[in-house]
């Protein structure tokens, strides 16, 4: 973002059967614990879901770590990581030729065009989902210093996949029982139910040799009020948040709590009162109760003390067994277009890359505002913040608070 470097940011690189990708993140603290097992555990769960297609079983994705981490902690450089890919074969022209035949729905034809060549080869191979792995790699980082420093949890779940949906509520206090039911589905939902439904529709799918999309859910608790900031359009993390969602591949919308349902509602049935129990002062919602989320914990692109949730909505994967209308791109002459081995549903890996774009958009938003170089640094600056903020009002003009609210 040209209008704002944020302190703590990622890069990734790498092409889908290069050698590897990489995964650059600048602006980490020094003392964060960077836990591979917890990064890898994340990359396994990303190569999974009911509906992927057989790369996933080539490919046994771990990070090697680079640079920046010393001892198994950050030292505040720059932190680069290695995915090693098994099936590298960019220059080998008999197992990865050329594709002329764009797959609507893919980057092929814009791709192509925009690097004037007629082979989709040259852009699809850095526009495929294989990049998420480095992706989910770097800002796992970002995860890990939320919970670390802030002790603030992540929770991304599958909702639907065409139209079979959980509707299991999603609540802080039965995060335990819900990661657990998500990680016995083999869709990443949140019921038997819906994961038979999910898993039906994509068997059903494979047969007609077509795919299939799905909406993501994505629930961050714990955080205090004011992350992020309503001063520019770059600053809200709403705008972050959305940015990095439809930066995913395959996204077509984002909605931030009720998102698309919000014009349907009239202001007194959309807004979440606000009230206060001071019996939660030192929750870091500073006792500031809501009795709903509309909002999905965001209000003027601030935190508000509630969940932050996401939802994202991934599209059918272009590639598709029988094909789609095309042309091929050096005749111009009507053809099918080109199949490439891919998934049939990815919805459940997205909704790993998803938890963990969210994480990492949400750890920068509270690296600009609490800085420091180290955790300890961090750390106090945060408790330093929520002490004064507690303690409020400061000063208030014109004498006794209750005067002037009353
Ligand atoms: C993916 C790896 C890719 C695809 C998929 C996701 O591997 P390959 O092309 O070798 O099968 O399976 O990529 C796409 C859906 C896409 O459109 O590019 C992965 O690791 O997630």
């Known amino acids: 973002m040209t209008q704002h470097a944020q302190r703590l940011s990622y890069q990734t690189a790498g092409e889908s059967h290069g050698p590897s990708l990489v995964a650059t993140v600048l602006g980490v603290p020094a003392g964060v ?42 030292i505040g450089a720059p932190i680069t990581m290695l995915i090693k890919n098994r099936d590298s074969r960019l220059d080998d022209l008999k197992a990865t030729p ?26 699809l191979e850095r526009a495929s989902a294989r990049e998420t792995a480095a992706r989910v790699a770097a800002c796992c980082i970002g995860r890990l210093m939320l919970k670390q420093m802030f002790d603030v949890d992540v929770f991304g779940f599958v909702r639907s996949v065409l139209d079979a949906e959980t509707e299991v509520e999603v609540s802080y206090d039965r995060l335990g029982e819900l990661i657990v039911a998500r990680d016995e589905s083999a869709t990443y939902t949140l019921d038997a139910v819906a994961t038979e439904q999910q898993c ?32 520019n359009w770059y600053e809200k993390l709403d705008s972050r948040i959305a940015g990095a969602v439809m930066g995913i591949q395959a996204f077509k919308a984002v909605g931030i709590g009720l998102g698309a ?17 001071s019996s939660k002062i030192n929750a870091p919602s500073l ?53 490439e081995r ?28 609490f800085g420091g170089d180290s955790v300890i640094e961090t750390r106090g600056n945060y408790d330093a913040f929520l002490d004064v903020a507690r303690t409020l009002p400061l000063d208030m003009p014109g004498g006794d608070p209750d005067t002037v609210i009353a």
Request: aromatic letters at 4%.
């Open 98 to 123: 050329p594709v002329y035949r764009p797959r609507p729905g893919h980057a092929d034809l814009a791709g192509s065009i925009k690097w004037l060549t007629t082979d989709c080869r040259e852009t």
């Open 200 to 231: 039906s529709i994509i068997r059903q799918t494979k047969s007609d040799k077509d795919t299939v999309g799905g909406d993501v859910e994505c629930h961050v608790f714990n955080c205090p009020l004011g992350i992020g900031s309503s001063m």
């Open 33 to 74: 614990e960077i836990d591979t097992e917890i990064i890898n555990r994340e990359l396994a769960r990303r190569q999974g879901g009911y509906g992927r297609g057989g790369r996933q079983k080539l490919e046994t994705d771990t990070v090697e770590i680079l640079t920046g981490v010393r001892l198994g902690k950050s």
């Open 261 to 277: 349902q919000c014009s349907k509602r009239l202001g007194s049935q959309l807004h979440d009162p606000i009230g206060f129990d």
């Open 287 to 339: 006792g500031f109760v809501r009795s709903s989320n509309n909002a999905g914990g965001l209000e003027g692109g601030m935190t508000n003390g509630q969940p932050i949730v996401v939802t994202g909505t991934m599209k059918p994967i272009a590639t598709l067994l029988k094909g789609l209308p095309s042309v091929d791109l050096n005749t111009k002459k009507p053809e099918e277009s080109q199949y």
């Open 342 to 369: 891919s998934d049939i549903c990815a919805v459940s890996a997205a909704s790993v890359v998803m938890e963990n774009v969210v994480a990492f958009e949400v750890a920068a938003a509270f690296m600009d505002k």
